[in-house]
Each structure stands twice: as C-alpha cells, then as structure tokens.
C-alpha cells in the first residue's frame, strides 16, 4: 500500500505562481489581437446589432422598435429577390469554380505537365489584380458598344453578344469571379497536395494503380478538408456579392438595380436612403444565414473527413 504526501506550502505557492505567471504571459502574447478583434469585429457588430432594434422616425427621432425591423424584413420583396439571385449565383457559379481549380491543381501536381510553376503563377496571377481593375477591365470587354463584344458585333453584323441583358448579367458577373478566384482555390488545393506523403503514391505504384485511381483513392481524399475550406469562403463570398455589381451597375443601368444583391441593398439603403437602422438589420440577417449556411457545410464535412 502506498500514500501520497501532499507537496510542502512552499512548494504549493512556488507552482500557483508559476502558473500565474505562464498565464500572464500569454494574455502578453493574445492581448493585442484581442484588443484589436474586439474593437473591429465584435464592436461594429455589436453596434449593427443595436441600430437593428431603432427605427428613424419623424415624431420621436430615433425610437426603439423592437423587432419590428427584422419582421419588416422578413416580408421584403426586394431583400428576398437580391437573397434568391445571388443564393442561384452560388448553386452554379461555386462547383463551377471548384472544379476547375481541382483540375488545374491536379494537373499542376502531377509531374506530366511542362513548365508547370508558369501555368501556376498564370492561373493565380487573377488573384494579384486589384478587384476594382478586375471588374473595371471586364466592363470594357463586355460593353457592347465600345468594347470587345462591341467589336465582335460590328464583324458579325449583328447584336450577337450582350453580356449586359438581364438575362446574361449573372453569367458575366459569374465569369469575372470565377476568372479572379480559380487561382486563390487552386493554390489552396495544390498545397494541399503537397502534403501528401510520397510513400502513399509508391504504394499506389506497386498496386498497379493508374493515374485516375491515384486521383480517386489517396488525392481527392487527401483534398476533402481543403475543399470544404475553399467551399465555406466561397459561400461567404457569393452572399457578399458587391463589388462586381455595383462597378458595373452605371454600364447597365437597367439591369443592375438598387437591389441586386442583399450588400448592394444594405449599401443603397444606408448612404443613399439614409435608413441605417433598417441597413443594419438587413446586414444582421444576411450574416446569419450565412454563418448558419456555412456551418451546415462546414459540419457536413467533417462528418465524411471522419468516415
């Protein structure tokens, strides 16, 4: 039978304050980003919060309302068709997107393809120009009547290619996104990639496994976190739809409205219809279907990482 004796007093201290001090010496360490995430992410947010609960009115000022903006909300037509748009945006133009830098990565990594670090820095250098430029650029080509698709036009002799008709508008905002951001996905997965232990592939070899059974069975397995990574941001990025929109929105005046997209739609509502309150209530809904959307993958995910 054995006892344990309990450490000396002394002994006891000298831990708790060693404890004390490892502990101090982290916040060190955390406190400046703590300090800076609290005041420029859970501050803003926690203001957008409160603004939702206000409403502007002409008797009383700014009146707290409840939420009576959010049930305003829930019943907006133009919040819900911008939602709708960009929600089918995502369903098509993100696999889209996926896929084809799952291709370019795998073709990048698998040693048959000449001058492979060229074709990478092509395929990312997208990424490197600033998105204003992007869009401004792609403008310019899809003006009809001064640009590329203007020119291809006039040798055709008729209106062949309008990028900028209603029904066209989503394709060619789909296409500068997918244009930008194939390179940035790409390099996510090639890194990936990258990662995988070269013992796998001789096994592979001394099983008799061709090329697209390797893909199949040791690297699209290998990529299924990355995936649901470049997934995540890019359901982030289709419900944030602004940019594309709102520069080419004095290109098609009659195809970009105010409301095109749920960002667009807080924007114009805040700095053009100085409603903040409503705004911020807009942005407040449009933030949790995406976290909840991105969860949902998110925990999908690694559901089948588990598997």
């Known amino acids: ?24 010496q982290g916040w060190f360490f955390v406190g400046p980003f703590a300090i800076v995430f609290a005041l420029v992410f859970l501050a ?11 409403r502007e009115q002409i008797v009383g000022g ?30 098509v133009q993100v696999p889209i997107m996926l896929i084809l830098a799952l291709g370019a990565a795998l073709a990048i990594d698998s040693a048959r393809l000449h001058a492979a670090g060229f074709y990478r820095i092509v ?103 990355s995936i649901v990574i470049a997934t995540i941001f890019s359901i982030i990025g289709s419900f944030q739809l602004f940019n594309e929109p709102n520069i080419l929105k004095p290109l098609a005046p009659n195809t970009i409205t105010t409301f095109f997209t749920p960002n667009m739609y807080a924007y114009n509502l805040s700095f053009a219809g100085q409603q903040y309150n409503y705004a911020a209530t807009v942005a407040i809904i449009m933030g949790v279907i995406t976290a909840l959307i991105a969860y949902v993958v998110q925990l999908r995910g690694s559901r089948q990482e588990m598997r």
């Open 1 to 24: 039978m054995t006892t344990t004796t309990a450490p000396p007093p002394a002994v006891r201290t000298a831990r708790k304050r060693r404890r004390t001090s490892v502990e101090q």
């Open 44 to 54: 803003p947010l926690a203001y957008a919060l409160y603004l939702s609960f206000f």
């Open 62 to 91: 700014n009146a707290f309302v409840g939420i009576e903006n959010y049930a305003t909300a829930f019943t907006d037509p133009k919040l819900w068709d911008g939602f709708v748009r960009v929600l089918l945006f995502l369903l």
């Open 123 to 225: 395929i990312f250098l997208p990424y490197a120009v600033p998105a204003v430029v992007a869009v401004l650029m792609w403008g310019y080509i899809y003006g009809d009547q001064f640009g590329l698709a203007g020119n291809i036009n006039d040798l055709l002799g008729a209106q062949v290619l309008r990028p900028f008709l209603p029904e066209w508008m989503m394709v060619s905002i789909g296409n500068i996104v997918t244009w930008q951001f194939v390179g940035y996905n790409m390099l996510i997965f090639y890194s990936s990639l990258k990662t995988i232990p070269g013992e796998l592939y001789e096994a592979a070899s001394l099983d008799g496994a061709g090329a697209w059974r390797t893909i199949l069975s040791i690297k699209i397995p290998a990529l299924r976190g």
